[in-house]
């Protein structure tokens, strides 16, 4: 099936600091989602982009979803502690979902 | 999310035996999923059902089985013959369009004594 490849595996940042992650497939996707599972909890939706060179804002989140639909970041703003956590993009035909390998973001207050 | 509930939360599996892990949703969803996790890892499917009596398998679907005989339950037995089953097991539920999330339970974690 199709493989979404996320990068940085981990990331580090002062409290303040910007973050981004980064998810790529080799193959156009039909939309991509994106989840944060805080540690020792459960993920949980934060988004979903659907057309090609979306742009979507949730407070200091922004998600894009690239031209040619083969990729698709995450940004960050001003990082706080709560924003702790793995972030996984996510891309799956009707029913069946396959998750990147996530981005472990934590912040040093 | 607090419709769909797993249980246990915490479960230790001897040598040779089979465990079954509950998943219930009350999100009157379509389909179900079970992925596990493991530490420092992404999820990964083992099992997904679009509709009651139907099932079809995942990616790492060898040494689990599942059924679905209502809508609302999908339990995951974890057979002997899985040899390295510790890991945190996650149940979703979604609706039957494409562009509707998943939404999680808690989660349960199990353990080889």
């Known amino acids: 099936g199709q493989q979404v490849m996320q990068i940085p595996q981990y990331q580090h940042v002062q409290e303040g600091e910007d973050f981004t992650t980064y998810c790529n497939s080799s193959t156009t996707l039909s939309n991509i989602q994106w989840y944060k599972q805080r540690p020792g909890g459960h993920p949980v939706f934060l988004i979903q982009l659907v057309k090609s060179g979306e742009v979507k804002k949730q407070k200091r989140l922004t998600f894009q979803f690239g031209e040619a639909k083969k990729n698709s970041s995450l940004h960050i703003t001003a990082t706080q502690t709560t924003d702790v956590g793995t972030y996984f993009c996510v891309q799956g035909s009707n029913y069946k979902l396959t998750f990147g390998k996530g981005t472990l973001l934590t912040v040093n207050p | 999310d607090g419709g769909i509930t797993q249980s246990p939360k915490y479960l230790f599996r001897k040598e040779g035996q089979n465990v079954t892990l509950s998943c219930e949703q009350n999100?009157?969803?379509?389909?179900m999923y079970w992925y596990r996790q493991d530490p420092g890892q992404g999820l990964r499917l083992i099992y997904y059902s679009q509709i009651v009596n139907d099932f079809q398998k995942g990616d790492i679907a060898e040494g689990y089985s599942v059924s679905r005989e209502k809508k609302e339950s999908f339990p995951l037995t974890v057979t002997s013959a899985q040899k390295n089953p510790t890991a945190f097991y996650l149940c979703?539920?979604?609706?039957?369009?494409?562009?509707?999330?998943?939404?999680f339970g808690d989660g349960t974690r199990l353990s080889i004594l």
């Open positions: 999100l009157n969803h379509d389909a």
């Open positions: 979703a539920s979604k609706l039957r369009d494409r562009n509707q999330p998943q939404h």
